[in-house]
């Protein structure tokens, strides 16, 4: 691109910044809250049952992803982590989790590592094909395997990251690179509600 | 000062600026390619794929194309985009990957992206991987890349 369009683009990106106002957070209400989610039970990096319920009372972080994915999850991962970080020392009430889609590969050890490498305390789970199958289903989440001709095949899967609020009711999703600032005043807010 | 003004003033300066840095620094007669910012995050001997960023930039009169990339001790890599259908997102290989004339891309986290799988030795945290990119112009450029935690988002 010469100069002269590169300070075009330059211009068009000022002016774009300029005259667009921000969309406020969509509020997180009771009542816009979507009809799936719920509760469920899934194996965690220690190789304990987990059950959803067991947050009952406090805020919860959910997504799918699976140990090898190279790009999205480990960014993911970091938008939650800095959002958690806008938010302060609330977010302590918060529990990120991440429920692997790869449960081939994704034993709780593997998991254990993995959660291990984040700046956030972050709860792995798996289970048996079946039941990552149907807690995927439940969050009208979606994956499937890619052969790559390797062991380290790829899997393709829903990129949401998903707000449970302290009655373990799902009440947003967003995209995996939603703005932290985005994330963290919906998280403001589901803590804000009573336990 | 309103935001508006505010604007106006970082539009003249951003312009003024622009102007300055293309007085200052004509184009090259020969350019070149070059790869900058080079980062790859962590592997572990269980996790034996990673990702890898950077920036490519194109000094020369004519449109270049990354056409290859390979590692030591590395399976595979490969320049990936992200397509996302209905919230399920893919990823895709990208044989060639233009640079145009004069320009820049940037291969960032969530975006186009250098896929490595089949690493034979764990990429520890601040330990150093050579990427060498192969471009349809018949030049190559070996980088050191720097290897990052998985939560990072840039090199530094």
Redesign the interface.
């Known amino acids: ?3 002269r369009g ?2 075009a683009v ?2 068009v990106a ?2 774009w ?2 005259t667009r106002s921000e969309p406020a957070p969509e509020a997180v209400t009771e009542a816009a809250r979507p009809p799936f989610g719920g509760d469920f039970t899934l194996t965690n990096q220690d190789n304990q049952p987990f059950r959803l319920d067991q947050l009952r009372g406090r805020p919860a972080v959910l997504f799918f992803g699976y ?2 994915c ?3 999850c ?2 993911t ?2 938008r939650i ?1 800095a959002a958690l970080k806008l938010v302060g020392d609330q977010a302590r009430e918060v529990t990120t989790l991440f429920v692997s889609v790869d449960p081939q590969r994704d034993t709780p050890a ?1 998991l254990k ?2 959660v291990g ?3 956030i305390p972050v709860i792995g789970l798996t289970g048996t094909p079946d039941e990552v199958a149907r807690v995927a289903a439940e969050y009208h989440a ?2 499937q395997v ?1 052969p ?1 001709g ?3 095949y ?1 899997v ?5 990251i998903f707000l449970i609020d302290r009655q373990g009711r799902l009440r947003q999703y967003f ?3 939603e703005k932290a600032e985005t994330l963290a005043s919906a998280l403001r807010t589901l803590l804000s509600e009573k336990s | 000062m309103t935001r508006q003004t505010a604007c106006v003033l970082l539009m003249a300066l951003t312009g003024a600026t622009a102007s300055a840095i293309a007085a200052q620094a004509p184009r090259p007669k020969t350019g070149a390619i070059a790869v900058h910012d080079a980062w790859v995050r962590v592997s572990t001997a269980r996790r034996t794929s990673s990702s890898g960023y950077c920036r490519l930039e194109n000094t020369t009169d004519t449109p270049v194309a990354l056409i290859g990339i390979a590692a030591a001790g590395v399976g595979s890599a490969q320049v990936h985009t992200m397509v996302d259908r209905d919230g399920q997102m893919s990823m895709h290989p990208v044989e060639k990957l233009p640079i145009p004339p004069h320009g820049a891309v940037d291969l960032a986290p969530g975006g186009t992206h250098i896929m490595l799988t089949d690493i034979a030795r764990p990429l520890a945290i601040g330990s150093t991987l050579d990427l060498r990119f192969t471009f349809d112009n018949g030049s190559t450029q070996t980088v050191r890349a720097v290897i990052r935690p998985l939560d990072a988002m840039s090199i530094r």
């Not at chain 1, 393709?156 to 949401?160: D, E, G, K």
């Open positions: 691109m010469s100069a590169v300070l330059l211009v000022l002016l910044g300029c140990t090898s190279p790009d999205m480990p960014m991962m970091s982590a593997a590592e993995y490498s984040f700046s979606s994956y890619v790559t390797t062991t380290n790829l393709n899967h829903t990129s949401a995209r995996f690179d």
